[in-house]
Each structure stands twice: as C-alpha cells, then as structure tokens.
C-alpha cells in the first residue's frame, strides 16, 4: 500500500531557480491536491487537480506551475524560486474515490530557498 | 469565505490529565469535518472525521470529537493524554471538490 510518494523529500536550492517537486499516487485517483505548511498558517492548497489535464488554482498559487498528463503524477514547479517558498509541501488524494473529502497525504517535501 | 479557525495556537497538558482542541468552522453549509494528528517531521495522519449523523465521533488513539451545528464546531477530546500524543493537530472542513481548508493548528505539549 505505497499511496502517496513524494520527491525530493528534502530539497535545498538558491533564489531564482526552477524547482520540481514530484508526487506519484499508485491509486488512479482523479482527485490530487498540493498544499503547502508554514508556521502559523497551518496547510494552504496551492493547487488542485480533477483529472489528467484538468488543474485549477487555490489559495495561494502565485509562482507555482502545475501540470497532470498522467492520472498517477501531480508535479509541482516553482519556475523561479524564492525565499518565501522556503516550507513544506504536501501532496493529497481522496483515500478513495468516494472518501467524501478524506484525504491521504505524503511525507511532504521539505524545501529551503537560500 | 470558508474558514476554519483554531483559537489555541499551543495547549499544555499533564501526562494523564483530559484535553479538549478547539475547532471553529465558517462555512455556507455544514462541511464534511476532519482532526489530523502530525508528529514531528512526519506526514498528516487522519484522528477521525464527520459526515453526518451521530455528532459524537470516535476516532483513533483514544480520541473522539463533538459536533455541534449550533456552535459551529468540531472540538476534538480525550480522557487521559499519554506522552505520545505531543504532536501538532489541525482541525479541517470541507469535501467539495477543492479539497480541504485547514485551520493553523494547535501544537500540544504533555507535561510529565
């Protein structure tokens, strides 16, 4: 029961630089979900995806780049790194199709901009 | 907006002693409601969820949460905490298609 796998699991990269996080679901679930955690904010979606080619924006997607050609993969880009994307980021899928909102998380990805 | 708002930001609580989380929603109708658990350096772990029904739910690790329409909230309780239960907890509401707003979280901190 692999669910989520998340990569790199820990990332450091300098300001200005172009970041991929990755994450694969071995479910086919059409639901995925990015969030990111910061101290004091608790977690906040970036981005969201129904399906293979359909994303949409959350609440905080300023300098982020989605893209789902593929059911099982969600990656994350940062195209241009900054200091503020200095967090945590998580990837999320319903538990099941029908899991009314539940969702499954990764290990996170732990990202610092120097 | 929807909203999920958790007052404490830390609570303390003696090995042995009962706790109870704080979760507020704002919502135009009543969301599906969730408490995770995360330990340090580690994901979001799923305590226990409300759909619909009963307003009383049990969870796992000894937790159980109110609901209670009237006072929009989803307060997360256990009898006798255990020095494992240090963790951070977030409360979230929703079940739509965009996911789930999470509150900012509560960190617990058990005494000896």
């Known amino acids: 029961d692999a669910g989520i796998t998340q990569s790199p699991r820990y990332k450091i990269t300098e300001t200005g630089r172009q970041v991929t996080l990755m994450c694969h679901q071995t479910?086919?679930?059409?639901?995925m979900f990015w969030y990111r955690q910061d101290l004091g904010h608790g977690l906040r979606l970036i981005y969201y995806?129904?399906?293979?080619?359909?994303?949409d924006k959350g609440e905080v997607p300023d300098g982020y780049v989605v893209s789902r050609s593929k059911t099982e993969n969600f990656p994350l880009t940062l195209e241009s790194a900054t200091r503020s994307q200095t967090s945590v980021y998580f990837c999320?899928?319903?538990?099941?199709?029908?899991?009314?909102?539940?969702?499954?998380f990764g290990e996170g990805s732990r990202l610092t901009v120097l | 907006a929807q909203s999920v708002t958790q007052p404490d930001i830390h609570i303390t609580v003696s090995e042995g002693a009962s706790l109870e989380l704080r979760c507020n929603y704002s919502?135009?109708?009543?969301?599906?409601l969730f408490w995770y658990v995360q330990s340090p350096g580690q994901g979001l772990q799923l305590l226990l969820k409300?759909?619909?029904?009963?307003?009383l739910v049990q969870g796992i690790k000894g937790f159980e949460a109110e609901f209670k329409r009237s006072q929009s909230s989803f307060n997360l309780r256990k009898p006798s905490v255990h020095w494992s239960d240090a963790a951070e907890y977030f409360c979230?509401?929703?079940?739509?298609?965009?996911?789930?707003?999470f509150g900012k979280g509560t960190h617990l901190i058990i005494q000896p």
């Open positions: 999320a899928t319903p538990r099941t199709e029908l899991s009314n909102g539940e969702l499954f």
């Open positions: 479910w086919s679930h059409s639901y």
């Open positions: 995806s129904a399906a293979a080619d359909i994303t």
């Open positions: 919502y135009g109708a009543t969301p599906y």
């Open positions: 409300y759909f619909s029904g009963d307003t």
């Open positions: 979230a509401a929703g079940g739509g298609a965009d996911g789930l707003t």
